[in-house]
């Protein structure tokens, strides 16, 4: 048994993630919400949280109006801050969101930031992570992780979801995935009031910030690259919203942000 494991994780962790997720049998909400949160504690136990109320209380805000504008309202949200140089947020199944504080720091703007965490809670309304365990592993093997059957290939899952080794490909879930979690994401920040066309000037930001050789994009990179395509279509989507009132900046994310580069100035590498 304990071979057969190994020869899938192996299967998956050499798996680019890059073909289609197509229409697949998934495992239910409450199973996604339980593995969510198996996962999350694993995380936990390998990354280092920010627990500045100031800093969590706004980008928990930020995120659950997020989601309340989400096509999916059905789980809970829950929203963390990991202490890391590293530019990057992920989600894990079940509506698990973990931002990294250089993102916000890196981030010019309350829109900037809301595009790339509105696009994480894409993958999570997507069920993109479900879809990607689901089909790298096979409904019944999976079912089992979530019970528990299979103890320690959950611990190895979720030790790659934390991003130890080479588990980035866990979260890596394609072209047709990033496409539909920016359209997703386009369409939560308009619905919450927050203009969506900051997603499109973070990744120009991004891109060029990479062409100069920045290594602390390198995660974001690997997981959801910021390519032309993706710039395009937000503007696309963008520009078919009817236009209104739309929140671009607050005060409250320009004082995260100084309380943050004061506290944790990011160190170049
Ligand atoms: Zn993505």
Do not use: W
């Not at 809670?121 to 019944?140: C, F, R």
């Not at 920016?182 to 939560?188: F, L, P, R, T």
């Not at 100069?212 to 390198?218: L, P, Q, V, Y």
């Not at 320009?254 to 004061?262: D, F």
């Amino acid at each position: 048994m304990t071979r057969t494991i190994n020869a899938i994780l192996l299967t998956l962790l050499m798996s680019a993630g890059c073909s289609t997720i197509s229409q697949i049998n998934l495992i239910s909400t409450p199973q996604e919400v339980e593995m969510g949160q198996q996962f999350s504690q694993e995380v936990e136990k390998e990354v280092k949280l920010v627990r500045d109320p100031l800093v969590v209380s706004y980008v928990e805000n930020l995120g659950q109006l997020l989601a309340q504008h989400s096509q999916r309202t059905d789980i809970p949200y829950t929203i963390k801050v990991v202490d890391s140089d590293e530019v990057n947020a992920f989600a894990l199944p079940g509506g698990y969101l973990y931002v990294n504080r250089a993102l916000i720091q890196t981030a010019d703007n309350e829109s900037e930031l809301a595009g790339v965490m509105g696009h994480e809670i894409g993958h999570v309304v997507g069920q993109h992570g479900a879809k990607q365990l689901t089909k790298q592993l096979g409904l019944e093997a999976l079912l089992g992780v979530v019970a528990g059957e299979n103890p320690s290939i959950g611990r190895q899952l979720a030790a790659q979801v934390a991003g130890v080794g080479a588990g980035l490909t866990l979260l890596k879930y394609g072209r047709e995935a990033e496409l539909e979690a920016d359209a997703y994401a386009v369409q939560e920040t308009y619905d919450a009031g927050i203009d969506p066309g900051g997603m499109a000037t973070f990744f120009e930001k991004l891109l060029a910030m990479h062409d100069e050789g920045d290594s602390g994009f390198a995660q974001i990179f690997s997981t959801h690259p910021p390519t032309r395509e993706r710039i395009e279509r937000v503007h696309g989507l963008t520009a078919e919203l009817s236009k209104k009132n739309l929140k671009k900046d607050s005060r409250d994310f320009q004082k995260v942000r100084a309380y943050l580069n004061e506290r944790y100035p990011i160190k170049k590498k």
